[in-house]
């Protein structure tokens, strides 16, 4: 494969992880949080159906996440890409955010 794209949720969820690492850890450990979640990306590009992925229809149909360090990238395939719906903390109420979208 190795295409993903970000939905508009996906890009304000990283935006946010990153004011929260840059104002909670400082600037290096966010530099080295975010090549974590940019490697997550980029293997399920290469291979969306990787180990450790897990199918999670009971949230949405077709919905699969993937965990990277403490947060789960919540996404699907469609037409050949990933497409990435949200990424989201692990202490979250899943739930709760995909409710209000997801892709």
């Given amino acids: 494969m190795g295409d993903y794209v970000l939905s508009p949720f996906a890009e304000d969820d990283l935006r946010e992880i990153n004011r929260y690492t840059i104002r909670r850890h400082g600037i290096e450990p966010f530099r080295t949080y975010r090549a974590y979640i940019n490697k997550g990306l980029k293997e399920l590009a290469e291979n969306p159906l990787r180990p450790r992925t897990k199918s999670r ?3 949405v149909e ?3 996440s993937y965990h990277v360090q403490h947060h ?3 996404y699907r395939i469609r037409e050949g890409q990933v497409e990435v719906g949200r990424v989201l903390h692990g ?3 899943f ?3 995909l409710s209000k979208g997801l892709f």
Avoid: Q, S
């Fill in 95 to 97: 739930e709760d955010h």
């Fill in 72 to 74: 789960y990238i919540f």
């Fill in 62 to 64: 077709g919905c699969r």
């Fill in 91 to 93: 202490a979250m109420n």
């Fill in 57 to 59: 229809d009971d949230l």
